[in-house]
């Protein structure tokens, strides 16, 4: 995707090449952090136990916001990433992390993108762009057969800005998903509709209906 003005520089493993290996762990720095962003440029790695604490920090208040126990879930999914089956990507700037990615094993050649997060402060920079593009890397490597998110109607359409871009499409409308009024929309991606995603009449097709979900 082309980039926009004032957007992080990506040095991001794993991402844009499909030849690339996985986003491989790498040690977490072992430097001083002042919460600041040192330099401005951006690195994807894999979510490390000691991460714990600051990816809490970031996203927790949000997925509790969103789902009634947003805080539980999140606990529970990093505790289970030692055992397999769910993968975490952690975007930084030095040692500032501004956003991740949760991917959940869903059965043979499906997965579910549980979340993807950018720090309201930084969005518009690429960032959530880098998350996805190192995503669909890994997808087309294992041969996935298709990935899906669940994302609540109110944040549907930032997301679906940058997901039916990358082959994401509209699938289903959960009504009263998480409880009354917290409806919930599908989006899915798979090998053929990111193939359709390069068409940009494709592209708003699909941004018009999930708008349209607003006014029924
Ligand atoms: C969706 C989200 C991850 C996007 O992250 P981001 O870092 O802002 O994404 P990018 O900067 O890569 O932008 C992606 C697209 O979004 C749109 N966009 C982003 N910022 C924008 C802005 N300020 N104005 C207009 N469009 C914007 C653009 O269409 C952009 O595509 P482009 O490359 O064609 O310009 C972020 O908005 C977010 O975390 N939202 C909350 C998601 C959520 O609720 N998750 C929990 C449930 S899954």
Same mark, same amino acid.
Request: hydrophobic letters at 10%; zero cysteines.
């Given at each position: 995707m082309p980039r926009r003005e004032g957007e992080i520089c990506t040095t991001a493993a /794993?991402?844009? #090449?499909?030849a690339q290996p996985p986003v491989p762990t790498v040690p977490t720095p072992r430097i001083a952090c002042d919460g600041r962003a040192g330099r401005e440029t951006l690195r994807l790695r894999s979510y490390q136990a000691v991460d714990a604490g600051r990816v809490v920090q970031l996203v927790a208040d949000a997925l509790e916001r969103l789902y009634p126990t947003g805080g539980e879930w999140l606990d529970r999914k990093l505790r289970s990433l #030692? /055992? =397999? =089956?769910v993968r975490c990507t952690l975007a930084e700037v030095g040692c500032t992390l501004l956003g991740l990615t949760i991917e959940t094993v869903k059965g043979l050649g499906r997965r579910k993108l549980s979340t993807i997060w950018v720090n309201e402060a930084v969005r518009g920079r690429g960032i959530g762009t880098a998350l996805i593009d190192s995503c669909l890397a890994n997808w087309r490597r294992e041969l996935l057969k298709e990935a899906y998110v669940t994302a609540s109607l109110q944040v549907v359409e930032a997301v679906a800005l940058l997901l039916v871009p990358a082959g994401f499409q509209f699938r289903a409308l959960e009504l009263d998903r998480y409880g009354a009024g917290r409806d919930e929309v599908v989006l899915a991606w798979s090998p053929a509709s990111r193939g359709a995603s390069a068409d940009r009449g494709w592209v708003d097709e699909q941004l018009g209906e999930l708008q349209a979900l607003h006014k029924d």
């Open positions: /794993g991402s844009r #090449d499909a #030692d /055992g =397999g =089956g």
